[in-house]
């Protein structure tokens, strides 16, 4: 097809996966505290990507933040590859404990571990942390059977109902679950590795996965092997097939984000927040643009490192941007950025359509000027959180229907329709369509079809800015998209930054990470050159390059998305706390050992919560007329309650989500808790229960990570809403 000889504008698709995981590292123990970089490992981030090879008119974007590849590449394929024998399917447990034990993700560990040595923190992290190994989805737990019937027997009677054989299968399950549906059959990878599962497990005609053998150690130390095949094959797919500007070659154009994954706006001058959250209180002004430049040089030189080339397009962390971050961004070579439509919407001039790219000025040169391409949210939300309820090629239909409304009409300039989502969250909620492999297929399938009738071309943004004469796809230069006058402050999540500034918690981050910023400028100890080769390990120079390396971390945008109330992590806020907390100190300590002065500071932990239970009615005012009387009862019959039955929700009143600190009172001697307070009507209201365990920690609590127990408190003031729950189930 050559669309330079089409009488009227193209409709051009540019489709952008955003793949990231948050720094799941504890920076004491050198572990990740979290398994879903492997997970996503096995489950996304390589078929996404190899799917596209059986459609060659299909090009779309993928975005790997460094803080993934990291983590994918120190952490799991460096440490591993020593030690693993593909002919022989076998790592070397012995030796690999020797050098990493403790060091990778505890689950691994947990998989080369004979099952009757596991000690009770062993057993903690398999089955009581909250991320443990029954953490999938329900729509993924049906398809596997026999994994849902040890979680459906531990749920039911506890720790002690499981036998050692029970273990072990649940070790394995968690791997196998988390495979993507093309490898639990027998797969060819770009790497020329076979994974090849199919001695071990079968697919029924329904659609549900089971076992042809007893599990064994030598499976478990197996399936490990299986991982390690798929997730040293990640970066070879990309890199595969990767798109070339220069050369009009390759489906899939790789782009990156700042280093850290920081909310760059906040970091480049924290009191922009002021006009997109005019209301909210904010912490002392955090201005510091040589850091906003220094994470995205950061990440350039961490992208060519991996893929030969500096990277053309940049995805903002959370599609943050900022007017004044433009400069950030263009004068560190970076050619084009993308948003969300609502910051459009905001911005001058308004009522601009979102299916053009324009021109971002950002310095004195007229010529300067950054690419900004903003997001369809209705298109990319279909994707993420609608078309799971649809059956496959229903979905696939709505979705190319929707596509087809931007078709320009005769004598219209081209079009360019941007979707962008997280490329790995969605599908296993998918709940006719295992991965939603059958979704996807479709729409390659459809929009291949749609290539060759001369009706939408799948481009890039780089391909749609330069061209690819190969294509026939014409040059859209930048000098030629109507300006911007000035982007409106905010990121993807309600077009402001109130999920990273503005509460109680995300505030005293902020000032945590001021103070340390303030000490480090005020060592004398430069920013390091970070174009220049790095110094000799342990000598001055390398430590204090330590310490702003981990300024930078601190910096992170996933640490203070976890503070405050809008945002719950399956295991509390505790890890991200820590690890915040620990790169704080990790700054005092590296100067320490660069031989600068540093002031002596205490970061006290941040997420600790607060005992609210000094009043039945709550922290709210006793005197509004508004109110309605909600009764918790927890039935906590048939379980083990050493001291009290606890409750934690999102509001004040409930401890705001920390665990152990709103303890219920016992009817009588039945096993039955109870709990009463006053709140507002119209109060939306999350909550879950635990089971007698230390303030702050939810194990041992309710065993359904994904999922809170909900209730609105209507509109009816003086009404008494009582509730009766089963500790366990929902």
């Known amino acids: 097809m050559n669309t330079l000889t089409r009488p009227s504008g193209t409709l051009y698709f540019n489709l952008i996966w955003h793949q990231h995981q948050p720094m799941y590292l504890d920076p004491k123990s050198d572990q990740l505290q979290g398994p879903w970089v492997r997970t996503h490992g096995t489950k996304d981030y390589y078929d996404m990507v190899a799917m596209v090879q059986e459609y060659p008119a299909i090009h779309f974007t993928v975005n790997l933040t460094p803080s993934l590849i990291r983590q994918l590449q120190d952490y799991y394929i460096d440490r591993l590859k020593p030690f693993v024998d593909l002919k022989k399917k076998r790592i070397d447990a012995e030796c690999y404990f020797m050098k990493w034990g403790g060091k990778t993700d505890p689950w691994i560990d947990l998989a080369l571990k004979p099952t009757n040595d596991f000690t009770s923190d062993d057993l903690r992290y398999l089955l009581t942390n909250l991320w443990n190994a029954f953490g999938v989805s329900p729509v993924i737990m049906r398809r596997f059977p026999e994994y849902q019937k040890l979680k459906e027997k531990y749920d039911a009677r506890g720790i ?189 001039l308004e009522g601009l359509p979102k299916f053009y790219p324009y021109a971002l000025p950002y310095g004195s040169d007229p010529n300067d000027a950054l690419v900004i391409v903003f997001r369809d949210t209705d298109l990319s939300d279909k994707i993420g959180f609608v078309y799971k309820h649809y059956q496959p090629e229903d979905a696939a239909n709505d979705f190319i229907h929707h596509v087809l409304r931007y078709a320009p009409q005769e004598g219209e300039p081209d079009r360019l329709v941007t979707v962008i989502l997280d490329g790995e969250n969605a599908w296993e909620w998918y709940e006719h369509d295992h991965d939603a492999k059958q979704f996807l297929h479709s729409v390659y399938r459809k929009l291949s079809e749609l290539y060759d009738a001369g009706r939408v071309v799948t481009a890039t943004t780089s391909e749609y800015i330069s061209g690819n004469p190969k294509r026939g796809i014409p040059a859209h230069s930048v000098e030629r998209m109507q300006r911007l006058e000035w982007l409106y402050p905010g990121s993807w999540i309600n077009q402001n930054f109130d999920t990273w500034i503005g509460k109680a918690e995300e505030n005293q981050a902020w000032e945590y990470l001021l103070t340390a910023r303030r000490d480090l400028e005020g060592s004398g100890v430069a920013a390091p050159n970070h174009t220049a080769r790095p110094p000799k390990r342990g000598s001055k120079q390398w430590y204090a390059r330590q310490a702003w390396e981990a300024l930078y971390a601190a910096e992170g945008s996933d640490w203070f998305w976890w503070y405050g109330t809008d945002q719950i992590a399956p295991s509390g806020d505790k890890p991200f706390d820590r690890a915040f907390i620990t790169f704080l100190e990790s700054v005092y300590k590296y100067m320490q050992a660069a031989g600068a002065t540093m002031p002596a500071r205490d970061f006290p932990p941040i997420g600790a919560g607060v005992d609210v239970r000094r009043t039945r009615l709550g922290t709210m005012a006793q005197s509004r007329s508004d109110l309605v009387t909600v009764v918790f009862h927890c039935d906590a019959r048939g379980v083990d309650v050493p001291d009290a039955i606890y409750l934690a929700g999102n509001i004040p009143e409930l401890g705001r989500w920390t665990p152990n600190s709103i303890r219920m009172e016992r009817e009588s001697d039945d096993g039955i808790w109870q709990y009463e307070l006053r709140v507002p009507t119209g109060a939306e209201i999350s909550y879950k229960y635990t089971n007698s365990g230390v303030k702050g920690e939810w194990n041992p609590g309710e065993e359904f990570p994904f999922f809170n127990r909900h209730i609105n408190t209507g509109s009816e003031a003086g009404a008494q809403i009582v509730l009766r729950d089963r500790f366990g189930v929902l």
């Not at 071990?200 to 089971?210: A, F, H, N, P, V």
């Not at 076992?211 to 991982?227: A, G, H, S």
């Open 160 to 348: 002690q109902s499981l036998t050692e054989q029970d273990l072990r299968e649940i070790k394995f399950w968690f791997y196998l679950a988390n495979f993507d549906p093309d490898f639990l059959q027998r797969a060819t990878l770009a790497t020329g590795v076979t994974v090849d599962v199919e001695d071990l497990i079968e697919r029924r005609e329904d659609g549900t996965y089971w076992l042809k053998k007893t599990v064994t150690e030598d499976d478990c130390n197996r399936i490990v092997v299986e991982t390690f095949k798929i997730l040293a094959a990640i970066l070879p797919i990309h890199k595969k097939l990767m798109y070339h500007p220069a050369t009009g070659e390759g489906q899939v154009e790789m782009i990156t984000t700042p280093y850290y994954h920081p909310i760059l706006p906040l970091v480049y001058d924290s009191d922009l927040a002021h006009i997109c959250q005019p209301n909210d209180p904010m912490p002392q002004r955090f201005h510091f643009p040589a850091d906003a430049a220094a994470h995205v040089s950061m990440a350039r030189a961490y992208y060519k490192k991996h893929f030969g080339i500096h990277p053309h397009g940049m995805w903002p962390a959370e599609g943050a941007v900022a007017h004044e971050v433009a400069s950030v961004f263009g004068q560190n070579g970076v050619q084009w950025i993308a948003t969300d439509e609502k910051i459009l919407a905001r911005s001058r």
